[in-house]
Each structure stands twice: as C-alpha cells, then as structure tokens.
C-alpha cells in the first residue's frame, strides 16, 4: 500500500500553491519542517518515522519548490534566498489543509531552518496547536517568540556551533524569550552537535536523537490527542 502521495497545498505565498507529500492515513495533523537542505530523502524518511510513531496525518511541505543540495554551500545559498514569511504562509496553508482533512489539531516540528519556522509558525500561525523545533531559532525581523501562545518543547545540542543561529548563546537567548513571555515550554539539551537527528549527518548521535523523538511523541500525543 502507498501510505504517501504528492499534493499541492494552496498558498497566499507569492510563489504559489506549495508543493507537499502527505504521510498517511493518520487523524491527527503533524507538519515536518525540512532542514536547509530541502525536501529531500531524508526528511521524507524522518516524516515517515514520526508518523508512524506517533500516529499522525503528515505533511512535509516543500518550501524550496523542488530545489535540494547536496553541499553546505548550495544549501546555503537556498536558505539565505528563502522567502521566510512566504515559507510561514506555506506552513499555515498547510496546518489549514490538514484540519480541512479532519484533523482537529496540528503540530509542526522542524529540523535546522525547520526548527526555527517551527518556533515562528508557534508565533504567528493560528491554525497550529503545538510546536517541537530543533536546533534553530527564527531572526527577531520575522517574530516575536514571547507572543507564543501554545506549547511548545525545544530540542537542542550542547556542542552546536552554529552562533546567533542554534548555538547555546542562541539558546540562551530563546529561553530568555520563552520565560519573559511566560510562554508553556520546555527545553531539552543534549550532549550533541547540530544536526543530531540526520543520520546521514556526521553529527547523528543515536541516543539524542532517539530520546529527543521520544519526548517530542509524548509531547503531541498530549497537547494534539487530548
């Protein structure tokens, strides 16, 4: 059985109607967010994954429109030129095609880039219910992170380097946020770089990962199935 197809999700993006694949059959919705380097395998598999454990209705949108890189160089290039709130319209479009598919509520959860949409979908997009980003926090230019108003569980690495972007001053920072703005959160470290759950990463570290996908199922399972 084919548990997944191709769809398209329309979009008030200025690129258009957002390009997905749908994870099936589940009723409870979940977004995955790609990390910089695209819709690519990868993240497919991870979205397969999470569905699965969790028991969610899956969509993975495609924010790139078909492009992918294999090199840190052209995935930089992608995500530097990303539109960022045409990317929260496309996160929002689909949050709203899932509940139009009868999901009552939505999480998203984002890896590296993904993450930090994560965190900016929890801020500026009403339709999700729970947010669980992973190493990336979103600029002040594109949110408020204090103006959250849903739950939400960060998941991060306390060798990552990357500054002002996922580093422990950048997730410094965040919680300073998160608390200022008494906003219902949790925050997980773990004794991992960036990019802890990739494994075809040269930083996948097993045990983070493992426990960090375990914490984030219970996460939804209690702020979506309750």
Not at 23 to 34: A, D, E, F, R, S
Not at 54 to 62: E, M, R, S
Not at 145 to 171: L, N
């Amino acid at each position: 059985m084919n548990r997944s197809e191709k769809v398209s999700v329309a979009s008030s993006n200025k690129a258009g109607p957002c390009p997905a694949v749908l994870i099936k059959p589940h009723t409870v919705g979940l977004i995955v967010l790609q990390e910089w380097w695209g819709l690519n395998q990868q993240i497919q598999d991870e979205a397969r994954l999470l569905s699965d454990r969790g028991g969610f209705l899956t969509i993975v949108p495609d924010l790139y429109r078909g492009k992918t890189a294999t090199d840190n160089e052209g995935a930089g290039h992608l995500m530097t030129n990303l539109d960022w709130p045409g990317a929260v319209e496309d996160i929002r479009a689909c949050a709203k095609d899932l509940k139009n598919r009868g999901c009552v509520k939505v999480g998203v959860m984002g890896f590296c880039m993904g993450g930090a949409l994560s965190l900016a979908a929890a801020a500026l997009v009403p339709e999700v219910d729970a947010a669980a980003p992973f190493y990336g926090v979103p600029s002040d230019d594109l949110c408020d992170v204090s103006k959250i108003k849903i739950p939400v569980q960060c998941h991060f690495g306390e060798q990552d380097d990357i500054a002002g972007f996922s580093d422990v001053g950048a997730q410094s920072k965040l919680k300073e946020k998160l608390k200022g703005g008494k906003v219902n959160f949790e925050f997980h470290s773990y004794p991992a770089k960036h990019a802890f759950t990739n494994h075809t990463s040269p930083n996948y570290n097993k045990e983070a990962c493992e426990a960090s996908f375990q914490r984030a199922m219970e996460f939804f399972r209690k702020h979506l199935c309750s």
